[in-house]
């Protein structure tokens, strides 16, 4: 059984985000790069699941220029057996899924996997957006897959409980928190294993983007902390219920 | 001249960060508070590859390179030394010794274990009044024919208790002094070996240092690392590359004291305003800064022309002086900016304080640095 897991290259999630003077892109000077942090929980569990016997081959695969090939070379380290580099930009989620959906329409793969969204601009729609354009069964919100002779086991978060569910292979799967617990860490056989994997580029046909961006501004500063005087409960009472409305 | 990491050693930096940042950080206070053995930790390590990083792979070793070694080090000093020292001992004067001067037979019987972090090392060179002074030796490796008998007491070995693989520097020829002293790999199982009591030690107090006693041990004579009278040598060399693991360690320490010191700073406020905005602390930031980067660029320095095989003796002084020097004055700041709050456990800068003062004692004291390094200059300039 053959995995794919999508990666999106994101800025590490303790970067300060700047934008550029017009507003409409984001500064990405001086930052770091890691796996998006459900990509790299995804990864983990395809790993996890290799190492118990039950996948033959992790491939891994993200859409960018080739700053991204030090991402794709780490998901490698930690135990990926291949990467894939879809050579184009990704400018949408629409654009990405369409990148993605044509290079892996040139693989063989049983299970394909989505972290639930990606920790940059949280778009949460490539993995429903793949599926549809791979015209393959999806399943969003996945906490739990396990491999069983018969096929594979799921499990969803709902509301209030948990769904258990089979799917037809291949599909595509949505994965967020809950599919491994702790991102595997490369080991030093891993980093050195990985210089001789494969990174493939493949070159990708032009796909125009559905959607462009206006302008992005950064969320409001949290006001400062009110003094009470501890005399005055009649204010803490009215500030909590009418202000704070949390009782 | 280029200042740019490679993506690899990139990438080893940041195993070793999400290691240190995700896993040592949970219980560093406990296991420093109650002098607990990081058991687990150091099975990850092992996991990892840490323990083994700088060992050729053809001895199950990780193949990287010194300046790998240094970042790594460097990140998990920031959160706890306990640790980076049983990486540090291990790596960079168990292995690099057995690797550098041991035969096939020893590497392939010893040096494996331990470059997988089957076994753990222990280098036993200081004894309880041979400390700087390394060449007044007074245990004894008594040549028996076909083995030596090793008689003596052994003080402050990191990993004592635990370590599987003893690395034993012991007089042979009293007459001839420094070159009648050999280097033994002793098996810790040996009859006749007594682990002294854990030493409660001010900092580091999670790393296990013992002191350890030999009465009539036999060693096989196929168990000497070099030739006869090897010892002395063969500790110089290998303390020389100690150095620079030592030298990360402080530089780690350092960072991760200015970098809690920054948060807290940035956080906290005084007299209306956050801390950043009173000189007095914006400027001891500043000077904490200038001093790891010095001490940063020493060491990185050493560990690349250990790197290149060019003589590195006196790089690597500078360094470990240089870096444990900075780390004790960083420390100290860092308690000063936090305040009361620096006094307590809970916000990690006393404990780095009393780990910093470690690394101006142990592995060649400052003083002995200077020595080396003012040895250098006078013979150069």
Known sequence: ?247 | MNFEYTEEQLMIRQAARDFAQRELIKDVIERDTHAIYPTEHVKVLAELGFLGMLVDPKYDGGGMDTISYVLAIEEISKVDSSVSVIMSVNNSLVCYGLENFGSEAQKEKYLKPLARGDKIGAFLLSEPEAGSDATSQRTTAEDKGDYYLLNGTKNWITSGNTAGTYLVIAQTHPEKGHKGINVLIVDRNSPGITVGPHEDKMGMRSSDTHSVMFSDVKVPKENRIGEDGFGFIFAMKTLEGGRIGIAAQAVGIAAGAFERSVKYAKERKAFGTELVNHQSVAFKLAEMAVKIENARNLCLKAAWLKDQNKPYGYASAMAKYYAAEAAMWVTTEAVQIHGGYGYVKEYHVERLMREAKLTQIYEGTSEIQKIVISRQVINDY
């Open chain 1, 1 to 247: 059984m053959n995995i794919i897991v999508c990666i999106s290259n994101v800025p590490d999630t303790t970067t300060r985000i700047k934008f550029t003077a017009d507003n409409k892109s984001i500064d990405y000077t001086g930052v770091q790069w890691i796996i998006n942090p459900w990509d790299e929980l995804a990864l983990t569990r395809a790993i996890e699941l290799k190492e118990a016997g039950k996948v033959d081959k992790i491939i891994v695969i993200s859409v960018g220029n080739a700053t991204i090939e030090a991402t794709l070379r780490k998901a490698l380290a930690a135990g990926a057996d291949e990467a894939i580099r879809v050579e184009a930009e990704a400018s949408d989620s629409f654009s990405t899924a369409s990148h993605l959906a044509e290079a892996i329409k040139q693989q063989t793969a049983d299970i394909i996997l989505c972290g639930i969204e990606s920790s940059d601009y949280n778009g949460s729609s490539v993995g429903g957006m793949l599926a549809e354009m791979l015209d393959l069964p999806s399943v969003s919100s996945v906490s739990s897959l396990e491999i069983e002779a018969g096929g594979i086991k799921i499990t969803r978060e709902i509301e209030g409980g948990r769904q258990q569910l089979e799917t037809a292979l291949p599909a595509v799967l949505v994965v967020q928190k809950g599919i491994a617990i702790n991102p595997r860490i490369p080991s030093m056989r891993g980093i050195m294993t990985a210089r001789t994997k494969p990174l493939k580029v493949i070159v990708a046909s032009p796909v125009n983007a559905e959607s462009q961006v206006n302008s992005y501004e950064n969320p409001p500063r949290k006001s400062s902390c009110k003094m009470i005087d501890p005399e005055n409960l009649d204010e803490l009472v009215d500030l909590l219920h009418n202000e704070a409305r949390v009782i």
